[in-house]
């Protein structure tokens, strides 16, 4: 037997013709040992609002959250928005401002963001992967007392900052989401959350979605994290290089994050967050590629940036986890 990718078989009318279907078959069966191992495991995995940069990777990310339903996981959305929220505000002529990586958000604002992620995003994810059945459904944090948030001030220069409705989670009810899992549904969830205090006029916070997608990790026990963005995963001298620092563990994480420079903060503290607390593996990977969710979960090659806890366990049959 040689060990080429195509082989010649005789077809009905007697002739040979070459096949590429091993190719194909080797591609499974190099899923075969991550299938099992992440068969009924939950992963949440965040889909940034620059990773959706056109329909056909829209339309890629939904296929991909729906084969890894079909084959055995419990996936979870938790969703951004942060530029189509942006191009929102600047059509109602509402300024955005950014401070540490959060967006000030005045009671204005606060409607618009909800509007957005949970009217339009939040919409638009649940329409694609119901093209593949019923299965997504839609919620904010907000729905069964999900996310529960109290303001969150922010750090800057030693000083605290106040930039409006941003909401800290301070308790996750898993009830609504782990209902979904249980009866076959796919949960897309906007990262808004209610108010922890009932008098609060507004009711509502804007939670980065980063934040809010590594939080309900944990809450979850999920086996895996994974946040989709618009770079290859973290870079180690960022902007200087393009070198992506591959795998880290928490501690050494720990150590580069007071280095690090404004999206990759909510994204690195959730990964920490969630290794440090029960989340097997947390992933940053390049949502620009087509199928990158398939190809980190279910072939041995992963691509971009994953967080280990400390001390990083290895499994006796090699496998990475
Ligand atoms: N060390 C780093 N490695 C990679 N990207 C970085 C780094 N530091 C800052 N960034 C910036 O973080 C951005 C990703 O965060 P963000 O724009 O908030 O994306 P998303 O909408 O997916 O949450 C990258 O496009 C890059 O500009
Ligand atoms: C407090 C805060 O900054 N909230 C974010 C929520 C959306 C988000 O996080 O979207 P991405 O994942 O696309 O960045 C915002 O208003 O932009």
Known sequence: M?????????DTAGTTRKHTALPKARI????????????GKTVVIKFGGNAMVDDALKAAFAQDVVFLHHAGLRPVVVHGGGPQISAQLDRLGLTS??????RVTTPEAMNVVRMVLAGQVQRELV?????HGPLAVGMTGEDAHTMTATKHYAEIGGERVDIGRVGEITAIDTGAV??????????????VARSADDADAHGVFNVNADTAAAALAAALGAETLMVLTDVEGLYEDWPHSDEVI????????????PDLAS???PKMQGCLHAVRNGVTTARVIDGRVQHSILLEIFTDEGIGTMVVPDPVATDQEGLQP
Do not use: C, Y
Request: glycine letters at 6%; hydrophobic letters at 40%.
């Open 127 to 131: 329409g694609l992967l119901n093209e």
């Open 178 to 191: 782990q209902a979904l899992l249980d009866n076959g549904r796919i949960p897309v969830i906007s990262s």
């Open 97 to 102: 401002e950014f401070k540490a990586g959060l």
């Open 2 to 10: 040689t060990n080429t990718d195509s082989t010649d078989t005789p």
């Open 246 to 257: 591959s795998r880290l563990t928490a501690s050494e994480l720990e150590a580069l994050l």
């Open 263 to 265: 999206g990759m903060v």
């Open 28 to 39: 499974l069966v190099e899923a075969l040992p991550w299938l099992t191992r992440h068969h």
